[in-house]
């Protein structure tokens, strides 16, 4: 604890010389090493405390700066060690304000009254007319929002969750504010009711109020010129800048909006980007990126989403005000001029193209193309699984993780086949075969979900549909009995049996955790009960999140019994060794597919418009020049090379087992 003294008669009298004024000079405190050399043309108001100032600041340009406190007022502040502090043109009242902070040219910097600094603002997500009001504060996570905003059927367990979120607010409840060590604020209009973490910079902000930027050393936060926002909680590692407009919104770890973005009553989860366009009450899953001016998401829940230029949703029909909404499960991509009329679903892994007024749903058909055709939405089951965007999406999330804090608020499951994924698809085969069963085989258009699907289509998804389960049975089983030298088929079914009874049933996606239906419920009911507070439901998610695998083969070995036809404990080599090979084939045909599909990148119509000025040849080595070849394109090469890998390691696996025989 700092220990402060009173001024001494030679101090004050230095502090007047220097153009210093105070209400009371017996109301500003010194720690024990304070002198007065760096303080000049200062307004002391209240009760004021302030530290040593000795260090030299380096700014860009070569520029230094000796640490101080300059051409301010100062009402109710503590001001810590090696702080700068210069041209305030009204004041600063009411803060904390921490070592090493450097504040320049800002008009006012104030609390009024007691504020929570953002924690406890209600807002009204997905749903415009309200119903769905989520309470924001400083640890908020994915799942824990999506639990908030959909289980609404259990109105104990929204009114457990919101007491403990308001419990929260009141703690953080303060007239004081706080900025943290090392923190930069230059340039800016007001900053009120608003409280700053460690390291953050804030660089020609027009205007912030009510907020919390939760930045620290390992993640700041980023404020750039322009940037308005109000009722807002900035999570670590966020960038919001060139006139960003943020209002009653949560922004979640390591998430960049930009470039004039727009953001009103929405939550962002980790690693969103928002750049140009717009967003109006959203559910902003983790990696939900918009990045052109005319894309507007409105009234939607999202995650892993890649919004086209012009993508759009309407939630009004005229009638009863904006009270629709949609739900775009993980991975959905929506293409140029795109439109969705609420309320729909849009299946996992789906391609939105064209417009679209007849609410679909196709989330049991997952990995689809929903396509215009005239007036009507085509569905085309699972052909997004031999798409090379799917597969470059699934591997590029992993390498965009800007979140550098050691403690990450949501977490995220980036896996592309998962009980999840595969019950849906398991669920679009039975979907598919029931269509041809009642409207028979020879039927040219299903009718499905207000959705048309051609007869072509609807085999080819079956059989897309098989390949994946196929691929993802096959690779749970070698996962499972990798690296092990097994002397017998007992040792063999010993290790297929699963390390615990988690898993079994219905699995679903909140919002980035991928887990058991059944356990979410199990933890739903202990929150209904008053057994968990905030921190004990995040805590209940990672580790769901930590025994993802445990629990997931728990599901696959129970898929895999029904394959087979037979428990475990009855299983013998041939019904390992004919997986082994189902899966091997499962994977080079899936690979071939998504080879083929690499290839139209470099067919002759790709070429249009390269060597505009040559023939056909210059055409070519334009092309390749800027392109490069097919074959040694880094894709492709990684497809051929995951076609040996994954072939060899099936054939270790047999040759391993086959002393069993």
């Known amino acids: 604890m700092t220990n402060y003294r009173p001024l001494t008669e030679?101090?004050?009298?230095?502090?007047?010389?220097?153009?210093?004024?105070?209400?009371?000079?017996?109301?500003?405190?010194?720690?024990?090493?304070?002198?007065?050399n760096f303080i000049s043309n200062v307004h002391f108001s209240g009760n004021v405390k302030l530290g040593f100032y000795r260090k030299i600041i380096d700014l860009p340009g070569g520029l230094k700066k000796h640490a101080g406190i300059n051409n301010c007022?100062?009402?109710?502040?503590?001001?810590?060690?090696?702080?700068?502090?210069?041209?305030?043109?009204?004041?600063?009242?009411?803060y904390k304000i921490d070592d090493g902070a450097y504040i320049e040219n800002v008009n006012l910097i104030l609390v009024d009254g007691e504020s929570t600094f953002g924690n406890g603002v209600k807002v009204p997500v997905m749903n415009e007319g309200g119903g769905r009001e989520i309470p924001i504060f400083d640890n908020l996570s994915a799942p824990l929002a999506y639990i908030l905003t959909l289980y609404r059927h259990r109105p104990l367990l929204i009114q457990n969750l919101q007491k403990e979120i308001d419990d929260y607010a009141k703690s953080k409840l303060s007239s004081v504010g706080y900025i943290g060590k090392n923190v930069r604020i230059v340039n800016c209009g007001s900053l009120k009711n608003v409280r700053v973490g460690d390291c953050a910079i804030i660089e020609g902000a027009s205007i912030l109020e009510n907020g919390s930027i939760n930045s620290n050393q390992f993640a700041p936060v980023i404020i750039g010129s322009g940037v308005k926002c109000n009722d807002f909680i900035l999570s670590s590692g966020v960038s919001v800048t060139d006139s960003t407009l943020v209002s009653r919104c949560f922004i979640g770890q390591g998430c960049i909006l930009g470039k004039h973005y727009s953001a009103l009553d929405s939550l962002f989860f980790s690693n969103c980007q928002g750049m140009h366009g717009e967003a109006t009450a959203i559910f902003a899953g983790p990696y939900t990126v918009s990045h052109h001016k005319s894309t507007l998401l409105?009234?939607?829940?999202?995650?892993?989403?890649?919004?086209?230029?012009?993508?759009?949703?309407?939630?009004?029909?005229?009638?009863l005000g904006p009270i629709h909404q949609g739900l775009c499960e993980r991975g959905s991509k929506t293409t140029s001029d795109s439109y969705l009329l609420w309320p729909a679903k849009i299946g996992a892994f789906t391609l939105v193209m064209g417009r679209h007024y007849k609410h679909s749903d196709t989330s049991d058909l997952p990995f689809s193309y929903l396509i215009e055709n005239a007036t009507d939405s085509f569905l085309v089951p699972g052909v997004n699984l031999r798409s090379?965007?799917?597969?470059?999406?699934?591997?590029?999330?992993?390498?965009?993780?800007?979140?550098?804090d050691m403690h990450k608020l949501d977490p995220i499951n980036f896996n592309l086949l998962s009980p999840y994924t595969i019950s849906k698809m398991m669920k679009g085969i039975d979907v598919l075969k029931n269509l041809q069963k009642i409207a028979g085989e020879t039927t040219d258009v299903y009718s499905f979900q207000n959705c048309s699907i051609k007869n072509s289509s609807l085999n080819k998804g079956i059989e897309f549909y098989t390949i994946a389960i196929n691929k993802f049975l096959g690779n749970s089983l070698i996962s499972r009995l990798k690296e092990t030298n097994f002397k017998n088929i007992d040792e063999v079914r010993a290790r297929l049996k699963p390390d615990t009874e988690k898993g079994l049933g219905e699995w679903i996606d909140l919002s980035g955790l991928i887990a058991p239906k059944i356990e979410i419920e199990k933890l739903l009911g202990d929150i209904e009960n008053n057994k968990f507070g905030l921190d004990s439901i995040q805590q209940e998610f990672e580790v769901m999140h930590n025994q993802y695998y445990?629990?997931?083969?728990?599901?696959?070995?129970?898929?895999?019994?029904?394959?087979?036809?037979?428990?475990?404990?009855?299983?013998?080599?041939?019904d390992i060794f004919n997986m082994v090979e189902l899966w091997k084939e499962s994977v080079v045909k899936l690979d071939k597919l998504i080879y083929a599909d690499a290839k139209k990148e470099f067919n002759l119509n790709a070429k249009t418009g390269f060597g505009v000025d040559g023939d056909e040849a210059q055409k070519h080595q334009d092309f390749e020049s800027v392109r490069g070849s097919f074959e040694s394109n880094p894709f492709v090469i990684e497809v051929l090379n995951h076609i040996k890998q994954k072939t060899a390691l099936g054939n270790e696996l047999i040759e391993r087992l086959e002393v069993l025989r």
């Open 10 to 36: 030679k101090e004050i009298a230095t502090l007047t010389v220097y153009g210093c004024t105070a209400e009371k000079w017996t109301n500003v405190e010194v720690v024990e090493e304070f002198t007065p």
């Open 73 to 94: 007022c100062l009402h109710n502040c503590s001001v810590g060690n090696d702080v700068f502090i210069d041209k305030i043109d009204n004041y600063i009242a009411n």
């Open 298 to 319: 409105i009234a939607g829940m999202f995650s892993f989403l890649n919004a086209g230029s012009g993508s759009n949703q309407s939630n009004h029909m005229y009638k």
């Open 388 to 404: 090379v965007g799917t597969i470059r999406d699934a591997q590029k999330w992993p390498k965009r993780d800007n979140r550098k």
């Open 550 to 574: 445990n629990y997931e083969w728990t599901w696959a070995i129970s898929k895999l019994e029904q394959y087979w036809r037979k428990s475990v404990d009855e299983v013998n080599y041939e």
